[in-house]
């Protein structure tokens, strides 16, 4: 019976050659049924990614389970997910998960919608992201709001999510004009501010706010307004964005402005307040019901803050905007503003996001482009909420706004 | 099935009757409580209590899965756990017996184990109640302690019962038929998924000393948690875990009957036993659609087969007790391995191939692993596992990492200690 005179030995030679086998695992290695797409991040930073080319009327495929689609038009209050079969301009992305998406914006008839690549397949990405946007263009009849801002936010110099309009067919179906955005996450955050370690904040407007003191329970402002999208299990993720509004309420005004130095770069927080101004936005961070339409980074060293804009198709609302125009309605805006020198930071950069961008000069041509490329894809869109001529009148509004925000701002000074 | 387990139970009851006929009287046991230094019994009272226990150590590691996340971490890395450590009691006092058990402090999911109290009417007819083991898949009934591997067949761990409350009738009529039966509060208490009332059964013949056939099934309802604005509510259907700890199905909304169906066979001979488990499931699926309509129902199937050698020569039983302990000998030592497969479908397969949780044409997902391992007693106090685990998956986009079916390689090695 006994085959080794030392059964270790016996042992390990059977243990090697049961390993040399290879596991007899029934099916070949590493060969792949269907292909995870796999598309490989574009060479450099995320948002080089094809999809975000804002030149190219992308087209997108949404394939899935016609009873999965009917629910999540049915529910598209809820944020059930669907499996589904994504493919842009021939990229095809398998099994992500997409459910509807919005505050104001969600519709029956024409979802928006947020992709999740990983929510089925663990570790999926596309193009190094983990989620998509895919905004129906509801809340705007021009469809240009948001496309126009993110380009005027970026030429001031904030960090601003790309966007690109895409023609979106549902299950061999189309359903309209829709537009990709770039997520604001962890690839968008080190591609543009360089690091990605620290805490993300998605503004979540649920009752309007302003920055004052509610204690310092973080509870008192987690999840909600401000909902950690990074860092979420850790249990300090609240303990900076406590202390920076405890700041914010607490600084005497003497040192206010030095003291906020140390939390945010204060010009750049008053160019992003101001492009707002100079874009005529009522749903920002000075929007007519508080705090709006933002996330908020926390850098990893911590106690360092930025902001980023989101959501910007409540822009170009008047030719005629006046120059502070809600400055007063937040605690951190009010007391900036009120330090003469930075109230003059802040319209100067209002005269410069009006005289160097929102014109006609550089603007409008974008605008044209833009127009051009969608025009056919909106009139082809029966699922809007509004008609063609309502569409066209409303690209004429956003003109029109570009046209008189320079010389409103110049008659303000 | 059914009228095999009343042919059993007739057969049990006549066996019954004869035993008892046939007893005979047996010597004087000695006065007295005896104290020994895990037990303590009064023979004469026919009573004995006895601390059982034993406490697990394990080592992973993952030799070349280079699955990452997007912050660069993989996604299984090696670990170190106090996996269990089982302490209580067990116990008989005449014809009632009794065990209690538990895992305070490391297993995951369950503190409360086996802790029952049963009553021997006669060999063929006897009850227990309790916490206890639903008999479904005979390697899910073997202790961990003794398991051939260190981890048992993942189709046990993934679609098996596991313990709740219930009753059990069971016992062994002639030396040829085993059979348990019970009702029980569900199907593993400690799982969100858990069945309502779940029936339970087992039945093994034994042709010759040598070779067991056995058949088991449960069945019970799962309540499906209710849908609506507000509501988020959670799946409930059984899932896919591998050895490794990789979710290669997750599961699904089911609603209605969950059934079971086992077969098992066992052949012993000396230092060797090879044997074989198969189990299939069938989940419903009423109203789970994305539009609430019913779903084709779920199905999962598992088999192994695996060949064990106890290469010191002792023979092959459940608890291995070496010859001759290390500093007289070597110890035992024995060799072991299994093949496996595990795999998730639903029953028809029309329309859009979806892995969400409502799908009606469910994307498959399958999984296989060869496990080789070694196992050394070098005194029946101490046992060391060790384990090289080669698993593959049959979906590659939902592998550990996508596009890559296998062979994903896992070390598994483990330090075992009783008391006697």
Redesign the interface.
């Known amino acids: 019976?006994?085959?080794?005179r030392?059964?270790?030995a016996?042992?390990?030679v059977?243990?090697a050659l049961?390993?040399a086998?290879?596991?007899?695992?029934?099916?070949?290695?590493?060969?792949?049924?269907?292909?995870?797409p796999?598309p490989t991040a574009a060479p450099g930073a995320p948002g080089g990614a094809p999809i975000f080319n804002p030149s190219v009327l992308h087209e997108a495929k949404l394939?899935?389970?016609?009873?999965?689609w009917?629910?999540?038009r049915?529910n598209y209050?809820?944020n059930q997910?669907?499996?589904?079969n994504l493919t842009v301009d021939g990229v095809a992305v398998?099994?992500v998960?997409v459910r509807s998406r919005g505050d104001g914006s969600r519709s029956e008839e024409k979802p928006g919608l947020k992709v999740e690549f990983d929510k089925?397949?663990?570790?999926?990405?596309y193009y190094g992201y983990?989620s998509l946007v895919i905004d129906n263009l509801t809340t705007d009849a021009s469809m240009l709001r948001e496309r126009l801002s993110f380009l005027v936010f970026e030429a001031m110099g904030i960090a601003a999510p790309r966007n690109a309009f895409a023609r979106l067919t549902v299950n061999g179906e189309y359903w309209g004009l829709f537009a990709l955005v770039e997520p604001v996450s962890?690839?968008f955050l080190e591609a543009r501010l360089g690091e990605k370690s620290g805490t993300l904040f998605d503004y979540e407007w649920i009752f309007p706010y302003d920055f004052s003191w509610r204690g310092s329970e973080p509870s008192a402002y987690l999840p909600e307004p401000f909902q950690p999208e990074t860092n979420e299990s850790k249990s300090d993720v609240g303990d900076g964005l406590v202390a920076f509004i405890e700041a914010i309420n607490e600084t005497p005004d003497a040192s206010f402005v030095s003291a906020m130095g140390s939390w945010l770069d204060v010009d750049r927080f008053l160019t992003h307040v101001a492009t707002e101004n100079a874009l005529a936005e009522a749903d920002g961070v000075v929007g007519d019901q508080g705090l709006n339409n933002f996330y908020l980074y926390e850098y990893g060293a911590k106690n360092r803050f930025v902001f980023i804009p989101w959501d910007k198709d409540s822009t170009f609302r008047s030719g005629a905007w006046p120059l502070y125009r809600n400055l007063e309605t937040n605690v951190l805006t009010r007391r900036l503003t009120a330090d003469p020198a930075k109230r003059q930071v802040y319209a100067d950069a209002v005269v410069r996001a009006t005289s160097s961008y929102v014109n006609p000069r550089w603007l409008t041509p974008q605008l044209e482009t833009a127009y051009q490329q969608i025009r056919s894809a909106v009139q082809a869109d029966t699922r809007k909420p509004f008609t063609n001529a309502q569409f066209e009148a409303a690209v004429d509004g956003v003109r029109g706004v570009i046209a008189t925000r320079e010389s409103d701002v110049r008659a303000q000074r | 099935m059914r009228s095999a387990f009343l042919a059993a139970f007739a057969a049990s009851a006549l066996a019954a009757s004869g035993a008892a006929a046939q007893e005979k009287k047996k010597p004087e046991p000695p006065p007295g409580w005896q104290a020994k230094p895990f037990s303590l019994e009064n023979p004469a009272a026919d009573f004995k209590i006895a601390l059982k226990g034993y406490i697990q150590a394990d080592f992973r590691s993952y030799q070349d899965w280079g699955a990452e996340n997007a912050d660069g971490d993989s996604t299984l890395p090696d670990d170190f756990e106090w996996r269990r450590a089982r302490i209580g009691f067990e116990g008989e006092w005449k014809r009632l017996s009794f065990e209690a058990t538990a895992d305070p402090a490391f297993d995951k999911g369950d503190v409360l184990k086996d802790t029952w109290i049963g009553l021997r009417l006669t060999k063929a007819i006897r009850v227990r109640g309790g916490y206890i083991k639903l008999p479904v898949t005979q390697e899910f009934l073997v202790s961990p302690a003794k398991t051939d591997f260190i981890e048992r067949a993942t189709f046990v761990e993934s679609i098996g019962p596991n313990r709740d409350w219930g009753g059990l009738v069971y016992g062994e009529i002639s030396r040829a038929v085993e059979y348990q039966a019970g009702v029980f509060a569900g199907d593993a208490r400690a799982s969100e998924g858990r069945a309502g009332t779940t029936a339970a059964a087992r039945l093994v013949l034994k042709p010759a000393r040598w070779l067991d056939f056995g058949g088991s099934f449960s069945q019970g309802d799962v309540q499906a948690d209710p849908t609506g604005p507000g509501l988020d509510p959670e799946p409930k259907g059984l899932a896919g875990t591998s050895l490794s700890g990789y979710r290669f199905f997750p599961s699904v909304f089911v609603n209605g009957r969950r059934l079971r169906i086992g077969a098992d066979a066992r052949v012993h001979a000396g230092p060797f036993s090879l044997w074989g488990d198969f189990l299939e499931t069938r989940e419903q699926r009423k109203g789970q659609g994305p539009t609430l309509l019913d779903l084709p129902e779920i199905r999962g199937d598992g088999w192994s087969a695996t060949a064990t050698w106890l290469v010191t020569g002792e023979k092959k039983t459940r608890t291995i007790r070496p010859d001759r302990s290390l500093f007289g000998g070597p110890g035992a030592v024995e060799l072991a391995a299994r093949y496996e497969e595990l795999r998730f479908d639903d029953v028809e397969n029309e329309g859009f191939e979806s892995a969400g949780s409502r799908a009606a044409n469910v994307r498959p997902a399958g999984y296989h692993a060869f496990t080789s391992g070694l196992s050394w007693w070098p005194s029946p106090f101490l046992r060391l596992g060790g384990d090289v685990v080669v698993e593959s998956y049959t979906d590659a986009l939902r592998a550990p990492t996508p596009g890559k079916k296998g062979n994903y390689v896992t070390l598994l090695g483990r330090v075992q200690v009783h008391l006697p």
Request: include cysteine; aromatic fraction near 8%.
């Open positions: 019976m006994r085959l080794f030392s059964p270790v016996g042992a390990l059977f243990l049961l390993s086998c290879g596991g007899g695992g029934g099916s070949s290695p590493s060969s792949p049924e269907a292909p995870a796999a394939d899935l389970d016609p009873a999965a009917q629910a999540l049915n209050q809820s997910y669907y499996a589904a398998l099994q998960g089925y397949v663990p570790a999926q990405e983990k962890k690839p």
